[in-house]
């Protein structure tokens, strides 16, 4: 019922910044939260920041001071700011949401990821 896409990936120098993007489309009830995962190859997938209904943000301590997360409720969306990259922030990026959707059926998903490459 819901549809997960981010944007934003891509190649940057180390130091530099990005700002990714997810949307959810479908027959949204309600946002419970929603963040991004990270996996690296080889790596166990890695939560990097989750935003609340209530607007509470938690982030790892890897991305602590370099990364903000923030939503747009009316366009169901939520971004990452990601300043000061580094090349260990290489992964593919994924939104992930924790949802009611049609008349309140609990939903939890993510998107099909977006890379995000850091190197000189």
């Known amino acids: 019922q819901v549809q997960l896409v981010e944007s934003g990936g891509g190649l940057v120098q180390p130091g530099g910044s990005l700002r990714l993007s997810c949307a959810a489309s479908g027959s949204i009830f309600s946002i419970n939260a929603m963040g991004w995962y990270r996996q690296a190859p080889g790596k166990q997938r890695e939560l990097v920041a989750v935003i609340t209904s209530g607007g509470r943000t938690n982030y790892a301590d890897s991305v602590k001071g370099r990364f903000t997360i923030s939503r747009d409720n009316a366009k169901n969306t939520v971004n990452l700011q990601m300043n000061s990259l580094k090349p260990e922030d290489t992964a593919v990026y994924y939104c992930?949401?924790?949802?009611?959707?049609?008349?309140?059926?609990?939903?939890?998903?993510w998107g099909q990821g977006t890379q995000v490459t850091v190197s000189s």
């Open positions: 992930d949401a924790d949802l009611r959707v049609g008349l309140g059926t609990p939903w939890r998903g």
